[in-house]
């Protein structure tokens, strides 16, 4: 827990989750609400707030990632341990990234509405929690698959900043828009553009899941071996 | 805590850095690393750390550890105080223990009026004092000092000294490399040499090259027991 403090602390205090938090905004409460029309219900807007997680929680790991230097990273494995450490490092993007999201399902409802019976008015709380269900899980994915994406290809996995800038940026182009990704899977399941399913939405967060292990393991592995 | 076997190398391509380790650093013992440059005098003591992981062998029983890296960097977006807190907090210290730990290591090295400072406005010599204090932080097990005295100022430089007998005289262990031949001579210390990645003890009564040999066949006071 203090290392995961330690590190959310240094990602916060170092100014660099702003530039995530604006292309989130611009892309949820921007673009989002240009390309959604009422009436269409909330799962669309869910679906495409769980979409911007991906570049979003991409950059968000790689600011955390290349936020710490190599000395005082030192210091810190020192005392928690170097395994210890970089897990803490991967779990702080996510945490802050989960919190967005979250954000994002708050106003998707706020000015989406919520479903209602037609003539009655009344809630339907069922499909309302289908929706958020939906919209939480596919959120998940997206988080998980911008994490996995940028761990594999950021410091200390590959170090070259071009590589790993141009790497990400085509990584995540590739989750979101190619139909084999779990993101793109996990936002179509819940109706998202009314495209045809193509994963069960089960299938996607188990490769999230999946994805996110292996890359974790690997960061790990490589950190707690690592030169510099 | 002991080391055996271990080798490290940063690429299975690359050379290795160093080779076949076996030392033992038991409770109260300091120990001084001598080489080159670039014989791996700093892999060797990030692996004692427990910074990095060595390639091959093992290291077991490391207690409680504070590393002071060779350059300590003032880029972190922290106060002293907050930094210390930090790292105070991942040792397992948590309110007045925490606060009065910090207050005292601060203390040693006269830095008290460091605490408010961000860690970014540091010179060299100010930065050097958090990173030796974030080490001191714990208050015992293992210290590990590379080139820890350098950038500061006398009295900080005494101050360390002192830390570190108090340090072994409590039972803890202190294990170094320092550019200055003389640094903490006057303390009884275990030398080792770094040569060509192999290390090899250098007997009190031999300060010139000690000879080298693999460490299976070192004769020490720990192979009779």
């Known amino acids: ?228 | 805590m002991r080391l055996d076997n271990v080798a490290k190398r940063y690429g299975f391509t690359l050379p290795w850095v160093i080779h076949d380790v076996t030392l033992e650093i038991p409770a109260g013992l300091l120990v001084r690393f001598e080489g080159k440059n670039g014989s791996g005098k700093s892999t060797l003591l990030r692996v004692i750390a427990g910074v990095s992981e060595p390639s091959r062998g093992s290291v077991t029983g490391r207690p409680v550890t504070g590393y002071v890296p060779e350059r300590f960097p003032p880029a972190l977006p922290f106060r002293a105080r907050d930094y210390l807190s930090h790292i105070g907090r991942i040792h397992g210290l948590t309110g007045r223990r925490l606060a009065s730990a910090i207050d005292a290591c601060l203390d040693r090295l006269s830095g008290r009026e460091l605490a408010g400072v961000p860690l970014r406005n540091m010179s060299k010599g100010m930065s050097q004092k958090v990173a030796v204090a974030q080490a001191l932080l714990p208050g015992g097990g293992l210290l590990v000092l590379d080139e820890a005295w350098t950038g500061l100022d006398v009295e900080a430089k005494a101050a360390l000294d002192e830390a570190v007998a108090e340090r072994l005289a409590d039972g803890g262990s202190v294990v170094f490399v320092d550019h200055e031949p003389g640094r903490l001579g006057h303390l009884e210390a275990e030398r080792w040499r770094l040569d060509a990645a192999h290390a090899s003890r250098v007997r009190s009564d031999d300060s010139a090259a000690g000879e080298t040999r693999g460490s299976e066949q070192r004769p020490g006071p720990e192979d009779t027991q």
């Not at chain 1, 009436?39 to 911007?52: E, R």
Request: aromatic letters at 6%.
């Open chain 1, 1 to 228: 827990m203090a290392l995961v403090w330690y590190e959310l602390s240094l990602l916060l205090r170092s100014h660099r989750w702003i530039g995530p938090a604006v292309l989130f905004v611009l892309g949820v409460f921007g673009l989002g609400g240009a390309t959604l029309r009422h009436g269409a219900g909330l799962s669309p807007g869910l679906a495409w707030s769980a979409l911007v997680l991906v570049p979003v929680e991409a950059w968000l790991t790689r600011s955390m990632l290349t936020a710490e230097p190599a000395a005082s990273r030192a210091c810190v494995a020192a005392a928690g341990g170097p395994r210890r450490t970089q897990l803490a490092a991967l779990i702080a993007p996510a945490v802050v990234g989960a919190a967005f999201g979250l954000v994002g399902i708050v106003w998707q409802v706020f000015r989406l509405g919520v479903p209602r019976a037609a003539g009655t008015n009344a809630i339907r709380v069922g499909e309302l929690f289908a929706d958020l269900g939906g919209g939480l899980a596919a959120g998940l994915v997206c988080l998980l698959v911008g994490s996995a994406v940028a761990v594999l290809l950021n410091p200390p996995v590959i170090k070259r900043s071009a590589t790993a800038v141009l790497g990400t940026t085509g990584a995540v182009v590739l989750a979101l828009a190619w139909n084999g990704s779990p993101a793109n899977a996990a936002v179509r399941s819940i109706g998202y553009a009314g495209q045809e399913r193509t994963w069960p939405a089960g299938v996607a967060m188990a490769a999230a899941l999946g994805l996110v292990a292996v890359a974790w393991t690997i960061s790990i592995q490589i950190a707690a071996r690592r030169d510099g």
